[in-house]
């Protein structure tokens, strides 16, 4: 595997992630805006439209991106074995030297 690949599915999968939390902060922006939800106590609107996003995109990214994520840890996993196997065939090296 490609060193490129394993970094190019990672950079797919959070700037997808990054996109949901985006979309559920301004769609929630917008309704606490136009009243469908409370606002928050004093100044703290910004942080709680912030927190519920968090709560809100997190499930929503674990089914939405189920099939970005799946390709960025099978390309995670392969480049680890071959780690692994490079490092295994070092150290059998140096106990044959």
Known sequence: MSENGTGAATLRYTLMRLGVFAGCFF??????????????????????????????SAPLSFVLLRKQRDAMSERIAAKVDHAKGRLEANRSREDAA
């Open 27 to 56: 769609v929630l922006w917008g309704l606490v805006y136009v009243g469908v939800l409370p606002r928050g106590l004093g100044d703290s609107n910004l942080l709680w439209v912030l927190v519920l996003s968090v709560v809100i």
